[in-house]
């Protein structure tokens, strides 16, 4: 059996670590994400708010404060999961680089992801603490006063960073098969923001429409982990939510496996 | 025969028909890709749908926001969607100029004998675009169907009228963004917040706003003439409280400001670009 390497040289948590600090270079993007983040939210949280008080100050068991909670914690996670559907897996499969990646001793898979995670770990910081403080400071949102909202709210995030990052690999093994899989990546986003609870909370939906979306992976994305983390759902349904998240997180991982394992049987790179 | 003197009727039709030529070899040649110009085409309708989607959620789920019922707004994601659709297929093209600028790419158009916003304008026609501008039609027809409308000269007029000047307003938008991106660069995203931001907030009753958004999308960004404000005048609905009913007539003095905007922005992001060094 090998010996365990220290965290400090094990190659994943260095992925992890430089997807982290990767993002970390870029301070006027950041700033510029922020700005843009912080108008929609503006926005949406009038609009949600006006629909909250036209239906008499409660609407799907959201009230004007928990509204604003499930707006400003919304676009706090825009800067940490991937909604649009591309993806370095993408690029790197159609300009051919990804075989240098198979080359490399370490998984393809979990190079990619963690990557990601990383980055996605890293916007929590200038994207997500500065929405939720904008959110407190004008847009009237009420944040939880129970601790373990808190701490299962975190466990939360993380999963859903985690599901987000492992489900676009998976799509992006498309191009395994597809090599030009941009059509892939648009039917994605179309799909991805409605049921992740992007733009309303997706318990505003007709039943039918509801049942769709929870049939995907989607609402573990951003749906869940804000349900959790603004307190709106707490207890059971709290470990209910983390459970649905688990499973979601698992089959995405393995979905990406298998078809990393397939794809790089069919991977044909062109030119010399 | 010499060559036509600059701002002659001669010059501008020779100059015309040079755009015509571009733009319609860039077609050509996405329409030759036929299926992956199909899929585009259908992912372009796609995305229209779902964003449709988003209002008819939100509008099912209450009886009104902000004094508008689903019908009603309609109207105002109809007219306001297809005039961004529209600016989209001719200046969308507009947000890549980061990344010409980081590239150095560029460089090149300033070389050439035509003007650098036309040459970026004609360097890529989506049109795929003309997917989404089905979706506006079709909401704008449908509202127009189920809204109680008298149908005067007048009605057709402001109709019309607010479909130019909101295309205007889009169109112009874009070109502001494009100005800004020379000083930004890698801070790009920032110009969302008003160009996408501005098509977000022109699907919205800005009845609903607070007054620091009345003052960024009904003035300095005024996307609340595109559609909101012609509609409301229109349907004789509740507008902005405080604001007289005809505001919507206003449409043109909104778009010419929104030109200028674009104008002064544009001119001195030219004139602060240095070249990559290349």
Known sequence: ?272 | MGEPEAGSPARGRQTLRAYRAVVASRARSQASHRASFRMDLVGALFVGLIEFGEIWVLYSATDQIGGFTLAQIMLVFGLSDLAFSLADLVAGHCDNLPVYVRAGTLDVFFLRPQPVLAQLVTSDLSLRRIGRCLVGATSLTVGLVLNDIDWTVGTVGLLVLALACGFVIFTAQFVTAAGLQFFLVNGAEMTNAFVYGGRYAATQPPSVWPRSLLVVFGVIFPVAFAAFLPVSTLLGAPGVAGLPGWLGWCAPVAALWAVGVAALSWRWGLRHYRGAGG
Request: hydrophobic share 50%; proline share 6%.
């Open chain 1, 1 to 272: 059996m090998r010996p365990l390497t220290p965290p400090a040289r094990n190659p994943y948590w260095r992925f992890l670590v430089a997807g982290f600090r990767g993002q970390s270079a870029y301070p006027l993007a950041t700033l510029a994400g922020l700005v843009a983040n912080a108008t929609f939210g503006v926005l949406k949280g009038s609009i949600m708010g006006a629909a909250v008080e036209s239906s008499g100050g409660e609407l799907a068991g959201y009230t004007a404060g928990s509204m604003a909670a499930f707006v400003w914690l919304g676009q706090g996670l825009l800067g940490s999961v991937n909604l649009w559907g591309g993806s370095d897996l993408q690029t790197r499969i159609k300009s051919g680089d990804v075989a240098v990646d198979f080359l490399r001793p370490v998984s393809v898979q979990a190079s990619h992801v963690l990557t990601d995670v990383g980055k996605g770990l890293f916007g929590l910081l200038p994207r997500g603490l500065p929405s939720v403080l904008i959110g407190v400071a004008i847009g009237g949102m009420v944040l939880p006063s129970d601790p373990s909202a808190y701490a299962l709210g975190l466990i939360s995030l993380l999963l859903g960073i985690a599901i987000s990052h492992a489900c676009i690999y998976a799509v992006g093994t498309a191009g395994f098969w597809l090599v030009e899989s941009r059509g892939v990546a648009v039917f994605y986003m179309s799909f991805s923001g409605l049921f992740a609870g992007l733009y309303t909370p997706i318990y505003l939906f007709p039943d039918w429409l509801l049942t769709l979306a929870l049939l995907t992976p989607f609402p573990s994305m951003m749906q869940l982990p804000v349900d959790v983390l603004s307190g709106q759902v707490t207890g059971a349904g709290a470990w209910q939510h983390l459970g649905v998240q688990a499973l979601w997180l698992a089959i995405v991982l393995a979905v990406g496996h298998l078809t990393t394992r397939a794809g790089r049987r069919r991977l044909e790179v062109q030119g010399g």
